[in-house]
């Protein structure tokens, strides 16, 4: 834990290392994927590297962290850290690699910094680092006690039992046991997948868990936006086996019975069908808004899938916007153009649980910010660098 003086000093130095922090992950992945190459190629997601998410969402959490070492809050640093655990769990991570994590960091810290990390400096981020690094590990290890697993060993192969297109670029797969019964999830959690490319590289990726959770079956969609999910659309039909994790996420329905907003766009609908799935089976009678966002009607995955589900609640209310292609359906429930919340009724102890790219992920937090609606009370799929320095604030 963090002394006073090294607080004082990571107060003093914040500002530098964050102004520098895209430097400082630049070099680090450099570093890291020189002296690793399988890490890029079986572990880290290279089309986020070749695109500069991966090293922004690094920089974003590090910073983050880094200020609520200075104003404490707890709920926020929870906003971070159980978010990148189950992310860790599902990829496989270990304590070992914080070891090697740690090496290159602070390589890529003292190449960038220079002569500005004197011995008090460099002990002071040091200590933030496995600060946070003790945390995540410690997380981790209760995620994966929780799912019955050793640390690290999450993966295992399964049965691909059905195929179906659900839009014209997304499909949908099923997959049984190879052998053994899959492990259960609760509705709004996610699988990793692992599939091996032409260039010898097995990449992963995360997806949502639409089924229900009392089947003995795994279900989730892909759309077509990427080296693995061209793979899994043009190699992986009924019979073949996909190379998969246990389920971890966080966004699940919490434990009480308040209001639920749900609101997705594009892809970001598979969490809200899995949580609808488990609703709709309960009959929950609790009032439950879905808002749901894309660019057209013909390309939307689950279109009839979301409104079925919905549907059967007892107190379920839809509400979809498109970009295009639905101004002559425009009504009450269909409107023309991006997501707004002006005239969406959210009742004071709902839960806004929110499903989708960063960009959709972000605005649609200012707006709950601007309708007074507490940060506690929204919750989020993942992280993303914009919602990070949010949560710094």
């Known amino acids: 834990m963090l002394s006073e003086t090294q607080r004082t000093t990571?107060?003093?130095?914040?500002?530098?290392?964050?102004?520098?922090?895209?430097?400082?992950?630049?070099?680090?992945?450099?570093?890291?994927?020189?002296?690793?190459?399988?890490?890029?190629?079986?572990?880290?997601?290279?089309?986020?590297?070749?695109?500069?998410?991966?090293?922004?969402?690094?920089?974003?959490?590090?910073?983050?962290?880094?200020?609520?070492?200075?104003?404490?809050?707890v709920r926020r640093q929870r906003f971070i850290l159980d978010r990148i655990a189950h992310k860790h769990a599902s990829l496989g991570v270990t304590r070992a690699q914080y070891d090697v994590v740690h090496e290159h960091l602070f390589a890529a810290i003292v190449e960038i910094l220079g002569d500005a990390v004197t011995p008090p400096v460099a002990d002071a981020w040091d200590q933030l680092y496995w600060d946070m690094a003790d945390l995540l590990i410690e997380k981790e290890a209760s995620l994966y006690a929780q799912a019955g697993v050793k640390p690290g060993q999450v993966w295992h192969d399964a049965i691909v039992a059905e195929r179906v297109q659900v839009s014209p670029d997304t499909i949908s797969l099923t997959l049984a046991g190879d052998g053994e019964s899959l492990?259960?999830?609760?509705?709004?959690?996610?699988?990793?997948?692992?599939?091996?490319?032409?260039?010898?590289a097995r990449q992963i990726r995360q997806y949502s868990l639409t089924g229900s959770p009392t089947d003995d079956r795994w279900t989730f969609s892909v759309k077509l936006a990427g080296e693995v999910s061209a793979y899994l659309h043009e190699q992986v039909f009924e019979g073949d086996r996909l190379h998969v994790s246990t389920p971890f996420g966080d966004l699940v329905l919490p434990d009480d019975d308040m209001p639920v907003v749900l609101a997705s766009a594009g892809i970001g609908c598979t969490p809200v069908i899995g949580l609808l799935t488990a609703l709709a089976n309960d009959q929950d009678r609790r009032p439950v808004t879905v808002l749901h966002a894309d660019r057209s009607r013909n390309r939307q995955p689950h279109?009839?899938?979301?409104?079925?589900?919905?549907?059967?609640?007892?107190?379920?209310?839809?509400?979809?916007?498109?970009?295009?292609?639905?101004?002559?359906?425009?009504?009450?429930?269909?409107?023309?153009?991006?997501?707004?919340?002006?005239?969406?009724?959210?009742?004071?102890?709902?839960?806004?649980?929110?499903?989708?790219?960063?960009?959709?992920l972000a605005g649609m937090r200012e707006q709950l910010v601007s309708r007074e609606v507490p940060e506690s009370q929204i919750h989020y799929e993942t992280f993303g660098p914009e919602l990070l320095r949010s949560a710094a604030r």
């Open 10 to 73: 990571l107060a003093a130095t914040l500002p530098a290392v964050q102004g520098a922090l895209a430097d400082i992950t630049a070099s680090f992945y450099r570093g890291l994927f020189t002296a690793h190459p399988d890490l890029l190629d079986n572990l880290f997601n290279r089309t986020h590297q070749k695109t500069g998410e991966q090293p922004q969402a690094l920089a974003g959490s590090i910073a983050a962290f880094a200020a609520l070492q200075l104003e404490p809050d």
């Open 183 to 200: 492990p259960g999830f609760r509705p709004g959690q996610y699988i990793s997948v692992q599939v091996p490319l032409a260039d010898g």
């Open 303 to 360: 279109r009839g899938q979301l409104a079925a589900l919905v549907d059967k609640l007892p107190n379920g209310r839809l509400y979809q916007w498109y970009e295009n292609g639905a101004g002559h359906l425009e009504s009450p429930s269909i409107r023309v153009g991006t997501m707004t919340l002006d005239d969406i009724d959210i009742a004071d102890d709902a839960h806004v649980m929110l499903c989708g790219p960063g960009g959709f």
